[in-house]
């Protein structure tokens, strides 16, 4: 065959092409169950760092095993299945499509040196795509213990602080609801936040301040029966 011809060059740049979307489409098939390994590990990591539990990604599903004991299935304030894998395989992107009274979320129940902790998944909406994140409430289902927020495309230094220490700090002791009334937690304006239902918002990072604000009044009310009547 003459190298120097057109066809000697369509059929090698074709044989190039096709070889080489065989080897990366043999790379994604085998690394599918990795990555999904690696996604289930970081979300046991963020639940349970919302009650203070910090291990390692390789160290996440035998600490998720110890310290959660339920994970529950709720739909209209009520438990509709006590299966755990069908509770934390539930895509909450989806689900928060859905009206807050219809859609199925999941509750994870941990105990933590004898305490028991209702731990709640969130997401919402931030100024440059999806925010979410886990409350974790005591016993009582109302006092928060702590809180964890992470995001896709924030902006470093003004958005993406919702991450920090500075505004998750806030959260533990705040409550969601009063004299058995839902009230959420508000996302105010840095510096004015007082009482025990709001935190300060992250300067500069209005609109995704407000994401979480949105976030977790329209996330946390699909559970408020369910601790009014338990």
């Not at 731990?119 to 964890?148: F, H, M, Q």
């Not at 924030?154 to 500075?166: C, F, S, Y």
């Amino acid at each position: 065959m003459n190298v120097n011809s057109n066809a000697y060059t369509y059929t090698f740049a074709t044989v190039m092409v096709i070889l080489v979307a065989v080897l990366l489409s043999g790379a994604s098939l085998g690394l599918k169950t990795k990555q999904a390994s690696n996604i289930s590990q970081e979300k046991k990591q963020s639940i349970l760092a919302s009650i203070g539990i910090e291990v390692d990604r390789s160290e996440s599903d035998v600490a998720f095993e110890k310290y959660i004991d339920q994970s529950l299935t709720l739909k209209g304030g009520a438990v509709v299945s006590e299966d755990a894998s069908a509770a934390f395989d539930i895509d909450m992107a989806a689900a928060i499509k859905l009206d807050n009274l219809e859609r199925s979320v999941p509750l994870y129940v941990a105990n933590k040196e004898g305490e028991k902790f209702y731990i709640i998944p969130v997401r919402g909406k931030g100024l440059w795509g999806p925010v979410w994140g886990y409350v974790a409430l005591e016993s009582d289902g109302n006092t928060v213990v702590g809180a964890t927020f992470d995001h896709k495309s924030e902006t470093p230094g003004l958005g993406a602080e919702i991450t920090t220490p500075m505004f998750t700090d806030q959260f533990p002791g705040k409550k969601i609801s009063e004299a058995g009334m839902f009230k959420s937690i508000s996302v105010v304006k840095a510096g004015t936040s007082q009482g025990d239902y709001a935190v300060d918002g992250i300067s500069g990072g209005t609109i995704t301040s407000n994401g979480v604000h949105d976030m977790l009044a329209d996330c946390l009310v699909p559970y408020a029966d369910y601790f009014k009547n338990n």
